[in-house]
């Protein structure tokens, strides 16, 4: 069943070149995810590995196929210029709302669905409860389903194959170790979450780890009362040392730098674009490569 797709996608002039990650875990475990390139990318640990090899498997020009940062660049990027343009915003004739501008998101064909009794097909994110039966029952996964009168319906999709089993099973147990270390504030939980995400093993060892969810506890403490003690003692160590080296100046191996407002300005249909969007993934428009 792999041979046809895979051939389709390895000949395809642009999949070829930005979905490479994607057509590679076609090739490796025989089914096309559907997270982004660059997103898969991430839960992984064969991409990323070796800054040398990044642009091996990612495309520069298109921020969702793997720029490092990316999602937080394009979100600076629209901050900025919503803060900056809003006034202006406010002078633009109002908003419209008709069919013909209904909007692609699923809430509103799911609210019809629930309302009115038309059928509505498409992939949810549900509690799993057995729909996928080697995954555990309380992950949270994307499934086909459909939506009427009597609310969501999930038929059972039954065993995934043990390999794509075993590529989400990774992240769950990643998953589920963050969400208890973050309901707790347990630090140690935190830690082996780190440990155990297949693409920080992939890059750092432990002491690296260690040292790298201090320093991300103290720039975060605003944000995490509940890790209270925790910060306290990283701030600690990272007083006492020694600090493992870091390499300075270092930005990623794949990094585009932020536009300012004034750059924004010279298209300001994209930036406008951008800063009201949703769904950042959506605009895909060939971004200058480094």
């Not at 020694?242 to 191996?253: D, F, I, K, Q, V």
């Amino acid at each position: 069943m792999t041979e046809g797709p895979l051939k389709a996608f390895e000949k395809h002039k642009d999949f070829s070149r930005t979905e490479k990650v994607r057509i590679d875990m076609l090739r490796r475990f025989g089914y096309y995810s559907t997270e982004s390139n660059g997103h898969l990318s991430e839960y992984v640990p064969w991409y990323r590995k070796r800054a040398d090899e990044i642009h091996d498997w990612i495309d520069p020009g298109r921020w969702i196929n793997g720029e490092t940062g990316g999602y937080l660049r394009v979100c600076t990027e629209g901050r900025n210029w919503f803060e900056t343009e809003f006034p202006n915003w406010l002078n633009d004739p109002a908003l419209k709302y008709e069919a013909s501008q209904r909007s692609h998101e699923h809430g509103s064909y799911m609210i019809e669905a629930l309302e009115t009794g038309r059928v509505y097909r498409g992939h949810s994110n549900v509690v799993n409860n057995g729909v996928i039966s080697n995954l555990p029952d309380d992950a949270v996964i994307e499934a086909p389903g459909y939506v009427d009168r009597n609310g969501i319906s999930m038929p059972l999709v039954g065993d995934l194959p043990l390999g794509p089993a075993a590529v989400c099973n990774a992240s769950i147990s990643v998953q589920r170790l963050a969400v208890e270390a973050a309901v707790r504030g347990d630090d140690k939980l935190l830690r082996q979450a780190f440990m155990m995400d297949p693409l920080v093993g992939a890059v750092c060892n432990p002491k690296e780890i260690w040292q790298m969810v201090n320093e991300m506890l103290v720039a975060q403490e605003a944000w995490l009362p509940q890790y209270g003690e925790a910060i306290a003692a990283a701030k600690k160590r990272l007083a006492e040392g020694p600090l493992l080296p870091t390499r300075e100046g270092y930005r990623g191996a794949a990094r585009q730098q932020v536009k300012t407002v004034e750059e924004m300005r010279a298209d300001r249909k994209a930036a406008n674009r951008n800063a009201g969007a949703s769904d950042k993934g959506q605009d895909r428009a060939k971004a200058p490569a480094p």
